[in-house]
């Protein structure tokens, strides 16, 4: 597998509570992407952040790389009810013609109004 | 702009039977990926295509699933002779040339028993 077992599973938190999620990866990829998934729909990307940044924010979400220990982060400041979802990090697997993600098991997110 | 469309968005088969998922593609993305995610998991990948040509199947079972897209818009994944082990979500995304960003459909829930 591509990724480690790092990823925490599971998080309950309140609303308004600051929320963060990790991930470590095996092999070298140029690009870490975060993908939200909310019940019964596709995952939609959030975040997208390459090899050469340490750090990327979109509003409310900041997303780390660390290339060095092959990790990544997601944290979610402020969090919402509408932000109750499953969270992935994803590599790109550098097939020849494209890049097909390899994803990770995801971190269930439950946020309480 | 519409999204990826997916259909049907649910099927209930008995074991050995046949099943075939839709896939429309975001207007002009010349790059499409089926995926599978289990439940409680990651999407993986299943497939995917550039234009009408496959760049990878090397993850489809191909002695019961096949997959095509052949005038390199609309697809099909199609399953032959269905087992239990293939229940689970079938996720096509679509993608623009090598651009990272990768846009899901809603997915088609599958339930072989």
């Known amino acids: 597998s591509q990724w480690g077992e790092e990823n925490l599973q599971a998080l309950s938190i309140q609303e308004g509570e600051d929320v963060t999620m990790n991930c470590s990866y095996k092999?070298?990829?140029?690009?870490v992407q975060w993908y939200r998934q909310k019940s019964g729909k596709g995952p939609a990307q959030l975040i997208l952040?390459?090899?050469?940044?340490r750090e990327k924010r979109s509003g409310r979400l900041r997303a780390t790389l660390d290339t060095s220990s092959q990790s990544s982060s997601l944290s979610i400041t402020g969090t919402l009810a509408t932000d109750t979802a499953v969270y992935f990090c994803?590599?790109?697997?550098?097939?020849?013609?494209?890049?097909?993600?390899?994803f990770g098991t995801g971190t269930t997110v439950s946020v309480s109004p | 702009e519409a999204g990826v469309t997916q259909s049907p968005r649910y099927a209930v088969l008995q074991e050995g039977q046949a099943v075939s998922f839709w896939c429309d593609p975001i207007?002009?993305?010349?790059?499409l990926y089926w995926y599978q995610q289990p439940r409680d998991q990651g999407p993986q990948l299943l497939v995917y295509?550039?234009?009408?040509?496959?760049?990878?199947n090397s993850q489809l079972p191909s002695d019961r699933f096949s997959a095509v897209r052949p005038k390199g818009t609309n697809s099909t994944l199609k399953i032959q002779s269905a087992k239990q082990g293939d229940t689970a979500t079938y996720l096509c995304?679509?993608?623009?040339?090598?651009?990272?960003?990768?846009?899901f459909g809603p997915g088609t829930r599958l339930l072989v028993l």
């Open positions: 952040i390459r090899s050469n940044e």
């Open positions: 995304a679509s993608s623009l040339g090598y651009q990272d960003t990768q846009y």
């Open positions: 295509f550039r234009d009408e040509a496959v760049i990878d």
């Open positions: 092999t070298y990829t140029t690009v």
């Open positions: 207007s002009g993305h010349d790059t």
């Open positions: 994803a590599t790109d697997s550098s097939y020849q013609g494209g890049r097909a993600l390899i």
